[in-house]
């Protein structure tokens, strides 16, 4: 395969000579936004809520930079184009920019956009997932930053605190690691949104706590409440996880998880899990692939 071209400050480059500055604040303070997509059929899936949860991190840390939803999404069609890549994951990076070496940033921005890709696999009906197994979650000692101090609807570079929870895996098998608020109640996965069943109902932390609103988890409370599955979003602990009847967790990559265990406690998936993984891949083959699944005729 040809080498992948990313898409920096406008200009399509390759990826091993892409750079930023080292006095750019994103590389310097992990002062900077980015959108975790996925591209499927050659376009990404649910731009709008993407582009609006980017507009929300820019707006919850102060970065007024000036570029429109369609500029964006011009340089992200830009790059898969670029590398003919029709499904992919894309990062979409748009830092503060280079500024003088100093903590308090200036007002005005000239920013530094960043598009990474690689390719993936087909999704939709009939695709095999990007996971090898059910995961295998690990509580970790380290907390979620409180809102307080670090909005959890800002998606920034600084992401410290997941890094350190996944560290702690190193001495587990666990695949994602979980993490709690600051009163032990369940948050979220270092990378991921949580779910899990309970009497045939649906639950999962509220987006009052520490929380970031994962477009997946939006998309699978969408899917609930067209199948009329009950949800209750809430305050919950490791042992409402532990003892679910079945466990799920989501992200843009990922996609539908099912867990395996929770510290070392077997949870395991159902049928409600492989109902919403179902309706999920059918939601991409329709907006994406245009049909009801690879074999069609």
Aim: aromatic residues 6%; contains cysteine.
């Amino acid at each position: 395969m040809a080498e992948l071209l990313y898409h920096v400050d406008g200009d399509l480059v390759p990826a091993d000579s892409a750079a930023v500055s080292v006095r750019d604040r994103g590389f310097m303070y992990g002062d900077a936004v980015f959108e975790t997509l996925r591209a499927y059929g050659g376009d990404v899936f649910r731009w709008d809520a993407h582009a609006d949860r980017l507009a929300g991190s820019a707006a919850a840390i102060s970065l007024d930079h000036g570029l429109s939803d369609d500029d964006l999404k011009r340089r992200v069609d830009e790059t898969l184009a670029a590398n003919d890549l029709d499904d992919a994951y894309v990062k979409l990076s748009v830092t503060r920019g280079v500024q003088p070496g100093k903590l308090t940033p200036d007002p005005d921005v000239d920013p530094t956009v960043v598009v990474q890709v690689k390719p993936l696999p087909r999704g939709g009906v009939g695709s095999d997932p990007l996971w090898d197994g059910p995961a295998a979650l690990q509580t970790a000692k380290t907390r979620r930053v409180p809102d307080a101090a670090l909005p959890s609807r800002a998606k920034t570079h600084n992401y410290l605190n997941g890094i350190l929870a996944r560290v702690e895996l190193r001495v587990s098998d666990a695949d994602e690691a979980v993490m709690l608020d600051g009163d032990g109640h369940l948050a979220e996965g270092a990378t991921s949104n949580l779910f899990f069943v309970e009497n045939e109902g649906l639950c999962t932390p509220s987006l009052d706590g520490p929380v970031l609103p994962g477009i997946t988890r939006a998309e699978v409370l969408d899917i609930a409440a067209e199948e009329g599955i009950p949800v209750r979003e809430g305050a919950f602990t490791t042992d409402d996880l532990r003892e679910a009847t079945e466990a799920f967790v989501t992200n843009t990559t990922w996609e539908i998880r099912p867990v395996g265990t929770v510290d070392g406690i077997d949870v395991g998936g159902g049928p409600v899990t492989t109902l919403f993984q179902r309706l999920y891949d059918e939601r991409v083959e329709a907006a994406r692939y245009g049909g009801d699944g690879p074999n069609e005729t």
